[in-house]
Structure formats: C-alpha cells, structure tokens
C-alpha cells in the first residue's frame, strides 16, 4: 500500500472514531488535515468550539494569527499536501474553567504515532501548547514556555515551540516582546523554504 492510500485509510477511521464518546458534551466529529505529501506539521491541542461546529482547523481567531506568525494565506495554510494540522485530539472537548478543557489523552494514544508515521515527508514540526510539548518534547514539558520557545532555537530547524496564538495568550504576548521580534522572522523563512521544496508530481496529483 502506498504511503498516500495508507494515510487515506488510516484518516478513514480517525474521522470514524467515536471512542471518547462518553466524555464528550456532544457527539464525536474529529477534526484534522492531512497528506502523505506534507511538509509542514502543525501539533496543536484540541479543536476549539467554532473549529467544532465548522469542521475546519483552525477556523477561528487563533488560526488568522497562527497564519500570520507563519507568513501563510489560508489557501497554502489548507493545502494537505503542504501543511499537516495534527492535534493532540480531534474532536472539542467542551469548555472549562478559564478556557477548553484539555485533549482526552486516549485520542493520541490512540491515533497519534500512526498518523506521524503516515507524514514521511515533514521537515519541520511546530510544537504548540503544554500537551503537545509533553509529546513531542516530553524533557522541556516542565520547563516556563519562555524558556522552551526560546530553546527551541537549538531544534532549529527540525522543530519549533510557539505559545498558544490565542487571545488568551495577549498578556504573555505583550510581555515577551522578543517573540515577534526574534523568533517570527526566522520562523517565517524557514517555513517559506520548506514549503517551497519540490514535491514528486504524482504527489502533487494524489487525492
């Protein structure tokens, strides 16, 4: 099976999963993107309300500034076969207090290695939020996110750790000024570089 038809199927069933059924204050609907093709790997938290409701990733205040710390419109950002958006899980997991709450653990267990395993291709990982840092940089989960997103540097250019671009996150935004100053330029060519890298054509054609 090749690695496109693999990820198909496999994406088949993640969007047929209704195993944290019970824990949820709605019904099941995971939400992701992904291609065999993809360059660019997104590994965010969970689907907010809107994203939920819309079924996009993403769709909401936080992805039209995530896009615009990467320098990216929504046309190459929804493109599968450059950018892979991979949450910790897929489906809202309902409001808590002072935000959502946080992605069931069983969703990545599940799903997660699988669908990284399906993405040969990704050069470059962007690490957001505590559940996602814990997975992808489980030595720095503990650390101040300051400390690790100014650290990631050292993963350049493999891996990247940004903070969460959510409105909730304006106060530490604004404390930490160096964040757009130093990290976004860099960040934004080296996205430009890895999605600029040519694709064989027959990935290019694959559904």
């Known amino acids: ?14 969007r047929a999963c209704t195993a944290c059924a019970a824990q949820l204050p709605h019904a099941p609907r995971p939400v992701l993107q992904a291609h065999a093709a993809a360059r660019l790997l997104v590994a965010a938290q969970a689907p907010g309300r809107r994203v939920h409701e819309t079924g996009i990733p993403f769709n909401d205040v936080s992805g039209e500034r995530l896009r615009q710390w990467l320098g990216l419109s929504r046309e190459v ?23 959502d709450l946080p992605p069931p653990p069983a969703c990545a267990q599940r799903w997660r290695q699988p669908l990284l395993d399906a993405l040969p291709r990704v050069q470059l990982t962007l690490v957001i939020g505590r559940h996602a840092l814990a ?25 990247i750790v940004l903070p969460h671009p959510s409105p909730r996150n304006n106060r530490w935004l604004a404390r930490h000024p160096w964040f757009e100053a130093e990290i976004l330029p860099p960040l934004r060519e080296r996205v430009r570089r890895v999605l600029a890298a040519a694709q064989p054509e027959d990935e290019r054609r694959a559904a």
């Open 1 to 14: 099976m090749s690695p496109v038809n693999g990820l198909s199927q496999l994406l088949l069933e993640v």
């Open 77 to 99: 950002f929804y493109d599968a076969r450059q950018v892979a958006l991979v949450p910790m899980a897929f489906c809202f997991p309902g409001p808590g207090r002072g935000g």
């Open 135 to 159: 997975w992808h940089c489980p030595q720095a989960a503990r650390s101040s996110l300051a400390g690790v997103v100014r650290d990631s540097a050292r993963r350049w250019p493999d891996l």
